[in-house]
């Protein structure tokens, strides 16, 4: 069973359709399934709702299909770096789920594990709660958040092995794993595939059943916030 | 004379004990890592990563490596790395000993409002609902009072709440407060602050 | 003439295509793997494997590599191993395409109960209730009737349930069986076996 | 925070203590925190109730608790291996909650992450879902199960580091990673204790944040099914 294939385009050819709803994995520009969303852009793909933690920015990452107009609706936790994405939002062309970035990372995972709802303290007594389920634990209350079922997945991994199984560098791993899981199809991007043995199996981030097909690629890998501190300071 | 930014984190960095698991959020609270000493404190960036280490030097940035203000930062010794989920698992499941956070406003009941300002651009909440909701003890560090004098310290909330009766402490230029029953009761007054001056400048209870 | 332990097995084999992740019970459904003949099917432990290998080398077991049945085993290429959480979010999840199992009875409904005899030792469930709820699609594959030769296949379940309405395709020494619309449809007889064989062996409705 | 005691009883010290909750990591034999339920065996602490998959077998792991009657309660999916199990169940001094094995160890997770209670697919229409409250999502259903709180995790990894960084090897670390999770305090037992910084940051199974106290020690491991081929099948 052949998962690798020869560019993003080709590893998305049949999953994408208008409407859809796509489960993208990065935090900010970090780990962020780049060359996935240059193919979503070329194959002009509308009306798409993403979960993603942030929406890029203007230029980059999920940035450039808000540039197209292809997004439709987002569900975020914080999207404060991309001035088109307020715009649009402010005009009334975008949605915006707003959920708390925890909340976001355990419904993916949720969705994933089969689970279509968990309990959370997070956003008890605030605006998250409003029209959500509420029930008490223990004398706590607690708030109901669904799963995330998302039609495809988009991920970044630093190394692939053919089989699918993926390893992840530093925090570039970040909602990679669990917007995999919760997706019918993953489709991910690594910038190297080894041969099946190469990684450790003790190591795995990711095993290759979350994982459809696979395309290796060159990465921008842009940074966001350079931030440094200067020799002297050592 | 009130605390400066760096008197109140280093103030906040007395919260902190041999040990702990900390979360610290942007702003003042960043610079509390400065004032920890020898203590053995573990720095949690809710991006994926425990034991988060100061800014790289020039020229080795790593875009796999950022915290959760997206700057650039480095690994240490105990370092280890994870998923979100798993990240925000440890946050929720009350693994992180302290959270040292800003704030918009407090109300004298501990609720907590920093992340929305209605009829201004929203930029979301991130991971601040959930580490108000999870950790063991919320420490806000925070002027007093904002730019017209009036008091962030309040009866209660005016602005969209980040999460409900989450306070236990408030450190501000003019002193400590805890949240209590029945009101914000004074731990303590920075130098040359009178109880007066304290009252003066809040509009919670002070018990 | 009916299919022996093998043949059942070499059928249930049949079930399985490229590229799928299959979990395999003890008994019966432990021997299909020797019939996968060169397909790419990856083997789940449900204690945390995928890509489970054969027994080791006498002389080469190891005491922290063994599957759901406790036995000794061996890793392979593909290769990955993860904790039990992780393990059952997959099969909860649907990730894992099949699971072939046995089973005590099933139901034309597609109940099944293959854990516990009330008033014998019971011994567990273990992972069996989570495969049957989450994987993809479940094959039984069993002898067609018990010792004393009653039909295991029944209008409705006697046994306390596994799963209710979760058997897809039931594989036994008489044939094949899909849990179909009001009773089960057959889909293939083995050598040798007649329509009114299979009537006379079963319980359940056939349609 | 000196995070290493020398010796299993100097690793408990303090924790135990009688009708306790204690949440063990193992599957079968395999990866269970041998030297810690000697321990406890030692302390003599009685009327615990225990979250393990498995219960051991007679004379070793769990097993060894049940021969000094400490143990009143045990929440596990499979106890077969076990006589000893099996007469003090059956004569009533045992008491018993089977979960599914998936439900357990997502119960731990759970517990460990904060979250009460989860729908989950599994045990639905089975004496399973008896007394458990049910909740219909997109036309199934589910039921409540509830997270697991531990006053204590005991667990067993193969190397730590002094941080308590922990790495599992191979499938020995089944349990261990969610029991860890859902104790108030967690005691890790481990077959080296290696300096921080000699562990791939990037591949640590548990963060030390989750384990309290560390103890190194030589492990039986013992074989519950020692099952080979000979080289003639090769």
């Known amino acids: 069973m052949k998962k690798v294939y020869g560019s993003a385009s080709e590893a998305l050819d049949g999953l994408l359709f208008d409407g859809m709803f796509i489960a993208a994995g990065g935090f900010g520009l970090c780990g962020i399934p780049e060359l996935l969303i240059d193919a979503i852009k070329d194959a002009g793909t509308k009306d798409i709702t993403i979960a993603s933690n942030n929406c890029g920015v203007d230029d980059f990452g999920l940035g450039v299909l808000l540039q197209t107009k292809q997004i439709k609706k987002m569900l975020s936790s914080y999207v404060g770096e991309n001035a088109e994405f307020m715009r649009q939002y402010l005009s009334g062309e975008l949605e915006l789920e707003f959920n708390p970035q925890g909340t976001l990372a355990e419904r993916m995972r949720a969705g994933g594990c089969g689970i279509p709802g968990f309990y959370t303290k997070t956003g008890v007594g605030t605006v998250i709660a409003e029209g959500k389920e509420s029930k008490m634990f223990n004398g706590e209350e607690f708030i109901l958040e669904e799963g995330i079922f998302a039609d495809l997945s988009i991920v970044k991994a630093w190394k692939a092995d053919d089989t699918g199984n993926l390893i992840f560098r530093k925090t570039a791993r970040n909602f990679n794993p669990p917007a995999a899981m919760c997706g019918k199809v993953c489709v991910a991007e690594v910038e190297e595939i080894v041969p099946r043995g190469s990684l450790d199996p003790d190591c795995i981030h990711l095993p290759g059943i979350y994982v459809h097909r696979l395309v290796q690629g060159a990465h921008e890998k842009r940074i966001e916030q350079r931030t440094v501190r200067t020799r002297e300071e050592a | ?207």
Request: charged letters at 20%; hydrophobic letters at 45%; proline letters at 4%.
């Open chain 2, 1 to 207: 004379m009130p605390w400066d930014r760096n008197q109140m984190a280093e103030r906040a960095a007395q919260e902190l004990e041999d040990g702990m698991y900390v979360n610290l959020g942007i702003g003042i609270p960043t610079l509390v890592a400065n004032y920890v000493g020898d203590k053995d404190i573990t720095l949690q960036s809710e991006n994926g990563m425990l034991g988060m280490g100061p800014f790289p030097y020039e020229g080795e940035e790593d875009p796999d490596l950022i915290n959760a203000g997206k700057q650039t930062i480095t690994e240490l010794a105990r370092t280890s790395y994870f998923d979100s989920a798993q990240s925000f698992g440890m946050i929720r499941g009350g693994k992180i000993a302290a959270a040292i956070l800003g704030a918009m406003e407090v109300a004298e009941n501990g609720d907590l409002a920093n992340w929305m300002i209605p009829g201004k651009l929203v930029k979301g909440m991130g991971g601040a609902m959930d580490l108000v909701a999870g950790v063991g003890r919320v420490i806000v560090v925070m002027d007093h009072t904002n730019k017209k004098g009036e008091s962030k310290i309040l009866k209660s909330c005016t602005l969209p709440l980040t999460g409900k009766g989450v306070v236990d402490r408030i450190i501000t230029n003019l002193g400590v407060l805890d949240v209590a029953h029945k009101g914000l009761h004074v731990v303590e007054l920075a130098p040359g602050v009178t109880r007066a001056d304290l009252e003066a400048a809040t509009e919670a209870t002070l018990v």
